[in-house]
């Protein structure tokens, strides 16, 4: 059970875009199309971003979009605002009602 | 309105035990499976422990395998996590998180909904 690997801060100027990478191992991200992202404001309970790889929770803004590819997962907001300025987690089931969280990435909008 | 509070985390000496409760509302709670995160001061988030809806599957992360133990009492609405030979790297904030759906494997595998937290400090 290794944490998923995720860049530790990624910084990008309003109304830009930017990628969050996840990456894991056959065991979670390559196995299964269960990667969700979770944004998280300190204080705050974390928020569901995106869900089964490219999902969208209802009230989600669509400027969060994701994507997989082998063993990599990846979250792009596009037109950046001062507002996501937080930190980003990638999750992955991992087989047998387990699952793994990346190390997080926090974002700076500049 | 769905709410996870949880409560029954605070300061225990190092070899203790801590047993930690969420109460859940505003949904069906035996519909859905239920799981614990955690996140150490200054550090990201940490899947500790889940449960499925029926208590028919669980699951540990490595690190707590054998010391914690995830339970649910469906009638009452509630999960608990029993926490034994705690150590300082158990210190956390203990998120209790509704999953999307009843189980993971094939089914919503996602937290939905999370509580506010209960802070876990282990300290002689």
């Known amino acids: 059970q290794s944490a998923l690997t995720q860049p530790a801060s990624v910084s990008g100027s309003p109304g830009q875009s930017i990628t969050i990478s996840c990456t894991g191992t056959?065991?979670?991200?390559?196995?299964?199309?269960?990667v969700s992202w979770y944004q998280h404001h300190p204080g705050r309970a974390p928020k569901l971003m995106i869900y089964e790889v490219n999902k969208r929770p209802s009230g989600v803004s669509n400027r969060f979009s994701g994507s997989k590819s082998g063993y990599t997962a990846s979250l792009t907001i596009s037109g950046l605002q001062t507002e996501d300025e937080a930190n980003y987690y990638c999750c992955s089931y991992a087989g047998a009602t387990t699952l793994v969280f990346g190390g997080g990435t926090k974002l700076t909008v500049l | 309105e769905v709410q996870l509070v949880e409560s029954g985390g605070g300061l225990v000496q190092p070899g203790r035990s801590l047993r930690l409760s969420c109460a859940a509302s505003?949904?069906?709670?035996?519909?859905?499976?239920m799981h614990w995160v955690r996140q150490a001061p200054g550090r990201g988030l940490e899947w500790v422990s889940g449960i499925t809806w029926n208590s028919g599957n669980i699951g540990y992360a490595d690190s707590v395998k054998g010391r914690f133990t995830i339970s649910r009492d469906n009638a009452k609405n509630s999960l608990y996590l029993q926490m034994n030979s705690l150590g300082a790297e158990d210190t956390a904030l203990y998120y209790c998180?509704?999953?999307?759906?009843?189980?993971?494997?094939?089914?919503?595998?996602?937290?939905?909904?999370w509580g506010q937290g209960t802070l876990v400090t282990v300290s002689s």
């Open positions: 998180a509704k999953l999307g759906g009843g189980y993971c494997s094939g089914g919503p595998c996602y937290f939905d909904y």
């Open positions: 056959s065991s979670d991200v390559g196995s299964y199309n269960l």
């Open positions: 505003g949904f069906t709670f035996d519909d859905y499976g």
